[in-house]
């Protein structure tokens, strides 16, 4: 069921928000545009959705905490106790009506709050419907891996990438989760609320990204604590026009070449000797032979040069933070490499191989022309 | 009130002094002393974690700490903070004050109180010496499996595993105790309804604990199997479930969050009407809202993951609980406020705190209800909102409430008055300090910061409110050291305090300041609520309470004991047991190292046999020598 969101939600929303004097201020604070991780700027139908309902909350909840601190405040000031004055106030032990009350007309709030909470919550809980992007989300520590099961290059293998979602506006993203070691939470709170990626389970999450957002990059991190690096464990969401997503699907699901001379055939070298054990490439040969090359325990890597960040978002791919990266990854983020375990698969991080010089600035070319 | 020092009746002379005096006792005030220092000792330990945090965040891409020290920092911080100030003070109050305000000479089982302190003390510092000692927990407070199962080379989380479980065998321990101390324990015409909120409110916590507290230690033995014995119960590669653990350890974490407050409830309980010069507004409904709360508190755990894919109907059935146990908690509230309303204030110190511990409280209250409400909630879940949220409640809420409790009741333990101005330092300081560093925390979160992250990058707008928030934590630090001094100095410097200082409303005012180790000379007949009031007030035609004349008190005032007052001897036998229980724990965080971990067990388990033995066999009272 496609809901009238753009409509009904925002003339209620302005109508809420003009109530909402006193938090308001702090609010209108928040939507500008140096807050891009900021829940309260909703940039997805079910990030709406959720706003709408948390403003109406905030409304309400501002409204029983003025009343509340007010009268507290008041008896403060009202019956303390003067110089003047010695007599004993009255003692007064209770009142039974006064006690119904006040336990009533909190649950009755409460009850008119549970109604628009559950339609809400059974409504973003329900199956993507229609015309869906389908997405498997796995977290490792501590990066993204995304699958699009749908979008397939010419083998039938489906486009796989690390730490940077793309997703087209105006269509409903169904992502479905999981995790490789730990529990992770994939949370870009302009685009919705967070949802927990549970080892042998699966969840799911929606995400239908405003029309007129597209363009744009959003970022999100994990937020469930998963050791060493959980601060680090980044991502990147691109908004894109359908177009533009249907261009960098085609891009993303051709091969990469293999590079015949120069810096990057000797990076070549280096790459299927030292970095496959545990990334991953699809290749393609001189004569146009296509082939996976390494193992998939570490960001798949075939259009590492596409991707805008490196190290799930903790710098930007440049040639230089590259180079620093596999000079040392550990320098950028904290991670246990010496824990590796590759008998239960279990990868801590990536370990710094000592490479010399050459070796990593062939890697450089390699990894920044994969684009 | 004359006080009458009949030591000749107790059949033996207490030894008070020196060390061995504090070691060997069994006298509740004195294991309540102990609990309210070692609460306070380590205080400054939780503090000094919280500061570290805080200076790392207070900009961006921080570098103080490595991300592996700031996640022992930020584990041990919430562990300590719950474990080892919190909830000993509140042992420290329940213990000190439960047998005074019920008219009783002891707890039921003195010895047993005195072994659950020492198994508290031990299991805190083995806790803090894993900073030492092979690293601390790094997997959070809430050690979430299998994150807290994955990496076993490291004996952290074994730290916790162990340190946890045996800190709740020794809540198990003192809530048994006070439940048959204030079921069985109390004076003639004590009834129940007529018991102070206090009391009331720790009868409500040790059933809590009681209850809760072998579901995690379940939990804890799982993840201790898992982690050293090979076990899968967290294992989802072998059929396990990770979530089990989320279950088993919130059905022990959200009513430990009513174990927290409820007691300062009380607290705040007793002092609003003892300085507005009235009754509590609703004693009953006081008392069965706290009643209510623990019994809904085990039917909300689920709130804490409303993330984790429960599916919508479990999260609808736990969101409306979780509104549900707002309507218990506002009726406490309103009745605190309505017992204010009419009153005649005086804003001393302990007042300013509990007055203070409404105002902060309900900021605390309304952000739990926006728990409650999932679609909202899966923004706020796991980010510094709800790092606001919980502080609100245990700081803003327990412990100004306990802090309070600290103002009003050291008179009767020290004889002496804490200093009025420094508490007026300590209070306003502190205010101010908590709002700044925990305010701004409701904005982070909402503006998507995660907890749990040792640095956050420029650009995501989190600097100036982390900047705030750390000035704030160092206005905290600095009131927590007026509160310190006011304290120490107090002994020596306060002025006297009396039995009654504060004209009060509930019977351990009758007694000297500080008590006789027999508690009272004469142990008081209860006829009333508020009995001591009673005594000193009557009310005229318009309801206003009038001093009753001198004297004028029904008979029989007292109870006679014409066999005398029979004291426990003291025993160090419970502390033996105690660091014996705690060795063997010990051993068992070191059994993967073989050797070291057997050998510390068998000389542990040695130990424990000698302290339980000795205990059995030594008879409670000695004969006088």
């Known amino acids: 069921m496609q809901r009238p969101v753009a409509n009904g939600g925002g003339r209620r929303r302005s109508l809420t928000r003009t109530l909402a004097v006193v938090p308001g201020a702090l609010l209108l604070a928040a939507c500008s545009s140096t807050l891009p991780q900021s829940s309260l700027n909703p940039k997805s139908a079910e990030a709406r959705q959720i706003d709408d309902l948390w403003i109406l909350v905030l409304v309400i909840a501002t409204i029983v905490f003025v009343i509340v601190e007010a009268a507290l405040v008041f008896a403060i000031f009202r019956f303390r106790k003067r110089k003047d004055d010695d007599r004993e106030p009255k003692q007064i032990h209770g009142n039974t009506a006064l006690e119904i009350v006040w336990s009533i007309i909190p649950a009755v709030i409460l009850a008119a709050v549970a109604v628009p909470t559950l339609q809400t919550l059974f409504d973003l809980r329900s199956p993507a419907e229609g015309d869906v992007v389908n997405v498997n989300v796995t977290g490792h520590q501590w990066w993204w891996e995304f699958e699009y099961p749908d979008i397939l290059d010419d083998q039938g293998r489906p486009l796989t990438t690390a730490n940077e979602l793309h997703l087209p506006v105006g269509k409903t993203a169904e992502l479905k989760m999981t995790s490789a070691d730990v529990i992770h939470s994939f949370w870009v709170p302009p685009l919705g609320g967070k949802r927990d990626l549970v080892p042998g389970r699966e969840t799911f999450i929606k995400i239908t990204p405003d029309a007129d957002r597209a363009g744009e990059q959003i970022p999100g991190q994990c937020a469930e604590f998963c050791w060493l690096s959980h601060a680090d464990m980044r991502m990147l969401v691109f908004l894109q026009t359908e177009s533009d997503f249907a261009a960098w699907a085609a891009s993303q699901t051709q091969p990469a070449d293999i590079p015949t001379d120069g810096l990057a055939a000797s990076g070549y070298e280096t790459f299927t000797a030292v970095c496959a054990a545990c990334h991953q490439a699809v290749v393609a040969g001189p004569g146009g032979t296509v082939s996976v090359v390494g193992e998939a325990l570490a960001p798949d890597l075939t259009h590492f040069g596409s991707r805008s960040t490196l190290g799930a978002r903790v710098a930007s791919n440049t040639a230089e933070h590259l180079a620093q990266w596999i000079d040392n990854p550990s320098d950028f983020k904290a991670m246990a490499p010496d824990l590796n375990d590759f008998g239960t698969g279990r990868i801590l991080g990536m370990p710094d191989y000592g490479l010399g010089d050459d070796e990593i600035a062939g890697l450089v070319a390699l990894l920044e022309g994969w684009k | ?625």
């Open chain 2, 1 to 625: 009130m004359a006080v009458t020092t009949r030591t000749e009746d107790l059949g033996y002379t207490p030894n008070t002094d020196g060390v061995w005096s504090w070691i060997t006792t069994v006298d509740h005030k004195r294991i309540g002393i102990m609990y309210a220092v070692s609460a306070l000792v380590f205080s400054l330990v939780g503090g000094l974690e919280a500061l570290l945090i805080r200076t790392q965040l207070a900009g961006p891409n921080g570098t103080v700490l490595s991300a592996d020290a700031y996640n022992q920092l930020f584990t041990m911080h919430g562990i300590t903070m719950v474990f080892a100030v919190i909830m000993p003070i509140a042992a420290a109050f329940q213990n000190y004050m439960i047998p005074l305000q019920i008219g009783a000479r002891d707890v039921a089982f003195p010895r047993l109180n005195a072994f659950a302190y020492w198994l508290f003390l031990f299991s805190v510092l083995m806790l803090t010496s894993s900073f030492f000692l092979g690293g601390s927990p790094d997997g959070a407070w809430t050690g979430y499996a299998n994150l807290s199962t994955q990496v076993t080379e490291y004996v952290r989380m074994d730290y916790y595993a162990i340190g946890v479980q045996l800190l709740g065998i020794a809540s198990i321990a003192s809530s048994a105790n006070f439940i048959a101390t204030i079921f069985t324990m109390r004076a003639p015409g004590m009834t129940m309804m007529r018991m102070p909120v206090f009391t009331w409110m720790s009868l409500v916590t040790s059933f809590l604990l009681i209850l809760s507290l072998p579901v995690i230690g379940v939990g804890l033995w799982q993840m201790f199997f898992d982690r050293n014995f090979g076990t899968l119960f967290y294992a989802a590669q072998a059929s396990g479930d990770p979530l089990l653990w989320q279950h088993l350890f919130w059905v022990f974490g959200h009513p430990e969050v009513y174990v927290l407050v409820l007691p300062s409830m009380g607290i705040v309980s007793e002092i609003l009407p003892t300085f507005s010069r009235k009754p509590l507004f609703g004693y009953s409904f006081v008392v069965f809202s706290g009643i209510a709360i623990g019994f809904l508190g085990f039917g909300v755990w689920a709130h804490h993951m409303f993330t984790a894919g429960l599916g919508p109907v479990a999260e609808a059935g736990f969101g409306i609980t979780t509104m549900l146990i707002a309507v218990p908690t506002g009726v406490k509230i309103f009745n605190w406020i309505a017992t204010l309303w009419g009153g005649k204030l005086t804003l001393n110190t302990p007042m300013l705190f509990s007055i203070g511990f409404i105002a902060m409280f309900v900021i605390g209250g309304l952000s739990g209800v926006t728990h409650a409400i999932v679609p909202a909630d899966t923004q706020q879940h796991d980010t510094y909102y709800v790092v606001a949220h919980f502080h609100y409640v245990l700081v803003g809420g327990a412990a100004f409430g306990f802090i309070a409790g600290v103002y009003y009741w050291l008179p009767k333990w020290t004889g002496k008055m804490l200093n009025e101005k420094l508490g007026k330092w300590h209070f306003w300081l502190m205010f101010l300090g908590f709002n700044l560093t925990f305010g701004p925390m409701h904005i982070l979160g909402l503006n998507g910061m995660p907890r749990r992250t040792y640095r956050y990058p420029e650009g995501l707008g989190f600097e100036f409110w982390n900047g705030m928030a750390t000035i704030g934590s160092f206005i905290i630090a600095l009131s927590m050291l007026v509160f310190i001094w006011n304290v120490i100095r107090t002994p020596r410097k306060g002025l006297p305090a009396g039995d009654d200082p504060w004209d009060a409303r509930t019977i351990e005012w009758m007694t000297a300041s500080p008590p006789a180790v027999h508690n009272f000379d004469r142990v008081p007949v209860v006829r009333h609520l508020d009995e001591l009031w009673h005594r000193k007030y009557g009310v005229d035609e318009e309801g206003r309470a009038v001093p009753l004349p001198d004297g004028y008190v029904e008979e029989p005032a007292f109870i006679e004991e014409p066999g005398g007052i029979h004291m426990p001897s003291p025993s160090f036998y419970p502390m033996i047991a105690a660091f014996g229980l705690v060795t063997l724990g010990a051993g068992l965080v070191f059994w993967s190292s073989g050797i070291l971990g057997v050998g510390m067990m068998v000389i542990g388990a040695g130990i424990l046999m000698w302290g339980v033995f000795g205990w059995a066999g030594e008879p409670i009272t000695r004969e006088a020598h």
